[in-house]
């Protein structure tokens, strides 16, 4: 899941342009956000830790909890209650993290990926497109990363090859799931692929950005700006009420439920926490930071801003 890029997006949208099409900016605040939950409904925090930038994914393999964020920032955690800053090697801001086929890959500004076995010391890898890279993820033995006007693959993370670069198009958030592809992006596009190679563009039936998307309970959930779609196959999509006029960007789906995080579309924004056990019915909860991110590990979720 992305940090989508606000005060541009804000001041264009409360003006009445609508969406620019580029890469979503959220106002930046003093530090990071943790917040947990057991159970989906009931959430603590926010968590003090250590990184004074915003944090924008996390992922959870190898028994931690893993974050990335705004300049570099990387954090681990084994319970997400304690949190220990980590090494990047670079200054761009991460936006994406996946964690699969026993390693870490995190993705970011100029074309940054980096690699991880442990989470600790990573390694920084050649994308071969200076994109802006928001999203990652791994199926059909491949990694899929993507963003501004950007699809990559790789078979191990360390060698990329560009499938697309150039059309003016903001691919924002990619998932895996019943044996294919399908990537989230601007003016409410999506693309499905079985291979990573080939992509054919399906109609959402919303002209809205999409941020976030996840696989789970037998289908595929969307979301974005005050949107939250589902598909059975991604390729055919029904819109659902989410009851909330705010930006949803990150998502997972997990016990049995649906997470989706984001911010109200507002100066001075404030995040809130949407459940659901369909993706049809939706709970919302308000909190008092933004959020970009949420993930499920060690029988706990965890959401970041």
């Known amino acids: 899941m992305i940090r989508i890029m606000m005060v541009i997006a804000l001041i264009l949208s409360l003006a009445g342009c609508g969406d620019s099409g580029s890469a979503p900016t959220f106002t930046e605040t003093a530090t990071g956000t943790v917040m947990t ?45 304690a949190w220990t800053s980590q090494k990047s090697g670079t200054i761009n801001s991460l936006y994406g993290i996946t964690f ?22 990573w390694s920084g890898q050649s ?46 958030s990619v998932v895996f799931g019943n044996g294919q592809f399908v990537i989230a992006s601007d003016s409410g596009g999506i693309m499905t692929s079985t291979d990573g190679a080939t992509w054919t563009g399906r109609k959402s039936g919303t002209a809205g950005n999409l941020y976030g998307i996840t696989f789970g309970g037998s289908q595929f959930v969307a979301v974005g700006v005050e ?28 016990n049995g439920q649906y997470i989706v995080v984001g911010n109200t579309i507002a100066i001075n ?27 499920f590990g060690a029988g706990k979720f965890i959401s970041v801003g």
């Open 37 to 81: 939950s057991s159970d989906g409904s009931t959430w603590s925090g926010p968590v003090s830790i250590t990184a004074d930038k915003e944090l924008n994914s996390i992922t959870y393999g190898s028994s931690q909890f893993v974050a990335v964020g705004q300049d570099g920032t990387i954090l681990t955690s084994a319970d997400g209650a």
């Open 100 to 121: 699969a086929n026993g390693q870490f890959v995190a993705v970011g500004d100029a074309g940054t990926i980096l690699t991880s076995l442990d989470g600790v010391s």
């Open 127 to 172: 994308s071969g497109a200076p994109a802006q890279l928001t999203g990652v993820t791994f199926g059909n033995g491949k990694y899929i990363a993507v963003g501004a006007s950007a699809i990559l693959t790789s078979p191990d993370g360390v060698t990329w090859t560009t499938q697309l670069y150039g059309p003016t198009r903001y691919f924002y």
């Open 227 to 254: 949107t939250i779609l589902t598909s059975p196959d991604g390729v055919v999509w029904t819109a659902r009420s989410s009851g909330s006029t705010s930006n949803l960007v990150g998502l997972t789906y997990a």
């Open 269 to 295: 924004s404030t995040g809130f926490i949407l459940t659901s056990p369909d993706g049809v019915n939706w709970t919302r909860q308000a909190t008092t930071s933004n959020l970009y991110g949420v993930a």
